[in-house]
C-alpha cells in the first residue's frame, strides 16, 4: 500500500517547489535594492550584459547596471536603507552591494558611476562604516563624509 502524500505525483509537485526555492534563494542571495519609482525611459542591463525595462518593486542585483534616457530617471530602496535618486542621462553600476541584515564586518557599497548622477541619503553602511560606501568615477574613487549627498560626473567626449 502507498502513501498517496509521498506518491509518484506528489514527489513531481515537491521537486518542482524544491527546484522554485532554489532559484528564488539565488536570486535574493545577489539582490542589493528594489526599484521603487521609475519615469520615462529606464533600463536595467545585468553583468552579462542582457537588457530589460526596469520597473516598479523589481530587485537590483550585484554587476547590475541602471541606465536612464534623458527623460528617465529612478528611485531604489537599497537593502541596508539607503535610498538613491537616479538622474536622467546616467549609467551607474553597483560593482558591490552587500547586507547581511546586520552590521557584521561583511557590509561594502562599492558604486561605478559611468555617467549622469544620483542622489543618495546613505543607509546602515554609510552610516556605521563610511570607508566600506564608495563611489567610483573615471577619474576619482570618492568617499563619503555625510548622510546625504549628490554626485555627478559628465565624461568629455568619447571618455566614458
Known sequence: ???????????????????????????????????????????????????????????????????????????????????????PDTQMRFDAYKFAGKEDGTENALISLVKGGFRSITGLIGNANKNKYQVRTAVATIGIRGTDFETRHFPAEGEE
Do not use: Y
Open 1 to 87: 500500500m502507498s502513501n498517496p502524500v509521498f506518491g509518484i505525483r506528489n514527489h513531481k509537485l515537491i521537486v518542482a517547489l524544491g527546484i522554485a526555492l532554489a532559484c528564488a534563494a539565488q536570486a535574493a542571495w545577489g539582490a542589493a535594492g528594489t526599484i521603487i519609482f521609475v519615469t520615462g525611459d529606464v533600463r536595467v542591463q545585468d553583468a552579462r550584459g542582457a537588457s530589460r525595462v526596469a520597473l516598479r518593486g523589481e530587485g537590483i542585483n550585484e554587476g547590475d547596471m541602471i541606465v536612464t534616457s534623458p527623460s528617465g530617471q529612478a528611485q531604489l530602496r537599497m537593502g541596508d536603507g539607503a535610498f538613491l535618486a537616479v538622474r
